[in-house]
């Protein structure tokens, strides 16, 4: 009877353990999942000086995530050899952190779009051959995704896995396509080699349609009042866009949609940023005529999410000439974003641009849209945020 009762224990014990590894582990042991609804900061994390200080301050935030680039044109700059140290450094500070990336492919090496280094913007451009893009797509999740090397050769580091996969970055506007017109038709062979690369080796990762721009209104690119064109030769309003990405047969290619729904403008309220308008990028997803929403509708995506990849609004400084808002506005603009976000039905990650202040002129926009000063003291939205973020959890 001893005997039995000792086999008896061990085998509920084995069973225990088993179903702790698959829900994840203990807390404080690897987690082997990534949150379906995640938030936090897009952010510039490669090559940050005090790289464990920058992500802390975004655990610190109340997030659980936080979206950077995995350039394709830094680490596959030759074919076939690949030089993941910076990516490594990001997941390693992450998974430190308790933080899973949304990693966004993006860029282009020479060799497979055939541009030259000198050209402005070269690697925006899109490769010539789109099973590159998806080949290069695949090895990130080879090597980060669930079972991925980058675990089995760090396996003290908790496993955080990537919160998604975004496909290119604000590709409906030139200035992330080589400074030429934006294609869907391209764009959408892209999305389809890659997704069907990724889901080859992880079927479980999340694969995103890459964040569409906040450009005008829809059939309205120049937002004028008045119906013309959804485009001309630097930009597509996001709507149209959509709409030719599914004309272009993208439907079964990807997990969810990702929008930058930008909306800001000098001595605006958090209530006028996100009051209704056609051309608000906001009002797009889901308010408008045609949105995001009716257009998934419309062709089979009901069941599918809107994640925001990015949105903000940059502070002023001093006799600033570009369009700013006040620190204060930003942070009611970011405390009514975030909360809005979670009565949303179809909402799924949310991500604030920026962290911190990049560096650079004190005169450019992109100086200022962090939620973080540029010497690391937090601004208004940056509580605003861990407020909401951690009252949601």
Known sequence: MAKMRLLTVVALGLLISVGIWLLGGLPGQHRLSAPREPVGYSAHGLGQPGAARYIGLIQDGGATSLRTDISWASVEATPGRFNWSGPDEIVTQAASHHLNVLMIVDSTPAWASGASVSRRDWSWLPPHQPAAYGAFAAAVVARYGGGGTFWREHPRLPRYLPAGIELWNEENISRFWGDEAPSPRVYAAMVKAAYTSIKRVDPAMTVLIGGLASIGGYDDVACRGRDGP??????????????????????????????????????????????????????????????????????????????????GAPTCVPSAAYICVSPVQQADLAAGEAQLWQSFPWAGGFYWYDLRDDPGAVTSVESHFGAVSANNSPKPAYFALKHAWRTSS
């Open 230 to 311: 959804g485009h001309d030769n630097t930009a597509w309003n996001g709507l149209n866009y959509l709409q030719a990405l599914y004309a272009a047969g993208v439907h079964g290619y990807f997990d969810a949609v990702a929008w930058h729904p930008y909306n800001y403008w000098r001595g605006a309220t958090a209530a006028d940023m996100l009051a209704y308008n056609r051309c608000s990028a906001w009002s797009q997803m889901a308010s408008t005529p045609v949105s995001v929403r009716s257009l998934m509708d419309t062709y089979g995506d009901a069941g599918k999410r809107i994640w925001v990849t990015e949105t």
